[in-house]
């Protein structure tokens, strides 16, 4: 699948764009880790000032490490832990516009400063986070938190219908 780099004017049509390209990555196969290969790429190439894009799965009540697109990550997180691990206990989103002042913070990338987590369910339990970092302070909004919901409910209905 070819996806191309696409410039818009607003973050609405970006996140348009993105979800009408994840449904296609999502339609193309059946196969968890490729399609979350996939997600993630698309996530890094169409959205732009990002540094981390990718996905950490529940595996043994933690968070580990699954397809992403960055520079190397922590493998394992605790419930709790950073961002990610919080997203994943209180099983809410987590919007953090400087990572530098949250003290429970993970730092993989230190020219990462902000981060949105999303949690994403799996019938009644927690399958896994989305995480993407931005070296840019305060980078995300309630636009991208409501584009990034569209995304990961797609994502939570492809995974209840094919696995």
Known sequence: ????????????????????????????????????????????LLLPRLNWAGFYLMKDGALILGPFQGKPAVSRIALGSGVCGTAAQLGEAQVVQDVHACPNHIACDLASRSEIVLPI???????????????????????????????VRTLEMWLGDAR
């Open 121 to 151: 369910r799996r019938g009644d339990g927690l399958f896994g986070v989305l995480d993407i970092d931005s070296p840019e302070k305060g980078r995300f909004d309630e636009k991208d938190l409501a584009g990034l919901s569209d995304v």
């Open 1 to 44: 699948m070819d996806i191309p780099y696409r410039a818009f004017d607003t973050k609405e049509e970006t996140y348009a764009y993105l979800l009408t390209q994840a449904r296609a990555v999502l339609a193309e196969t059946d196969e968890t880790v490729s399609a979350l290969a996939n997600l993630s790429s698309a996530l890094y």
